[in-house]
């Protein structure tokens, strides 16, 4: 194999002269670096990524720790991180915490002893063992989809990136009562989840603008999982007056609604009215079409490599929190005469904004 005397010696430059150019470590002439990387790709070189570490103290690998790969949206997230870490030569490490807090800390852990040089985490309902480590090793962090409050509520202590949730689902719950909808029943997600909470908050707005109280027992928390949101509709469905009208808080819920509909004899948008948060890509090949919220995921992986390598180029710069627009997209299972298949920004999410 090549090795980088080899290289050196058909650029007609010092092996140092190749280090910099490879690692980064000085500026080196422009003619000079485009000979060398001439004779790399002449000879088909390729760097020691084990020996760059060590000049640079960098991996140039990240972290990332996502629970429920196998969920769409987190697919999407996924596809957004590879392609912005691979655009930055950076190669990915990936760990599932599966929601558990306990390892979460263990993944976390285990990726920061393999030397990554920062990680994007989609914290769980009970961070704080996972935000102790990263205080206490001072990781270089992005928190995904999820944001984490600091306890004592002076703004965030990590960077975090993530999509609107509030009202966007305000908009869903506006769109029923607009058809008609006063008894709105929300299947929502696993309880301790920034997500959830910001998506209750923002079914409270809608149903307040109408003009409307808030009934507790119209919420029934599904888990973030499909088989819980077969059951928390089933149990909406069991009131004595069970809602019209149904907004799921994500896709794997929307899919368990779905099934209780179905066991119950349910017809959507005849029986019962449904938005769902989250779109993904069958959503369209329902009868009815799903009305839904479709949130930028792929954007959201790709900002949140973005922005952790902002911090790692300047690691004392003050947290800050993005959140990305998301789009409402009108089709039929909300029950409009039409299915007009619009998608549009939410209302009030014109444009991704920093905090």
């Known amino acids: 194999m090549p090795t980088m005397a080899d290289v050196a010696r058909s ?28 004779a790399i790709d002449e000879l088909g070189y390729t760097p020691n990524t084990l020996a760059r570490s060590l000049v640079t103290s960098r991996t140039r690998s990240i972290g990332l720790a996502v629970s429920a790969i196998s969920n769409p949206y987190f697919t999407e997230i996924l596809q957004g991180v590879e392609a912005a870490a691979l655009e930055h030569g950076y190669s990915l490490l990936i760990a ?75 908009e869903l719950v506006g769109h029923l009562t607009g058809l008609g909808h006063r008894r709105i029943g929300l299947v929502a997600g696993r309880p301790g989840l920034s997500t959830t909470r910001e998506r209750i908050t923002g079914y409270r707005h809608g ?17 973030s999982e499909s088989e819980g949101g077969r059951r928390a509709t089933s149990a909406l469905l069991s009131l004595v007056v069970p809602p019209t009208a149904l907004v799921t ?12 509909l179905r066991e119950h004899g349910l017809s959507v948008p005849d029986d019962i009215a449904l938005c769902c948060f989250d779109d993904f890509a069958w959503a369209d090949l329902f009868t009815p079409r799903l009305t839904a919220i479709a949130q930028p995921s792929k954007d959201i992986g790709a900002q949140a490599v973005r922005v952790l390598l902002e911090r790692l180029a300047a690691p ?7 959140r990305l627009a998301c789009a409402f997209v009108h089709r039929g299972s909300c029950g409009c005469a039409a299915d007009p298949d619009q998608p549009r920004q939410s209302r009030q999410s014109r444009k991704g904004t920093d905090s």
């Open 207 to 223: 149903l307040a603008a109408a003009g409307l109280s808030y009934d507790e027992r119209l919420v029934v928390h599904g888990d």
């Open 96 to 170: 599932d915490p599966h929601d558990d807090p306990e390892h979460e800390r263990k993944v976390v852990q285990l990726l920061h002893e393999r030397r990554v040089d920062g990680m994007i985490v989609a914290p769980s309902a009970d961070p704080r063992e996972l935000v102790s480590y990263l205080r206490r090793h001072d990781v270089p962090a992005v928190f995904l989809d999820r944001v984490v409050d600091s306890p004592e509520g002076d703004g965030p202590r990590f960077d975090q990136v993530c999509a609107d949730s509030a009202e966007p689902t305000a």
């Open 316 to 322: 004392d710069r003050p947290a800050r929190t993005v």
């Open 249 to 260: 808080a994500n896709n794997a819920m929307t899919l368990g609604a779905l099934r209780a």
């Open 11 to 38: 650029a007609g430059v010092s092996v140092a002269t190749v280090s910099h150019v490879l690692n980064d470590t000085r500026p080196v002439l422009p003619h000079t670096r485009q000979a060398v990387l001439d």
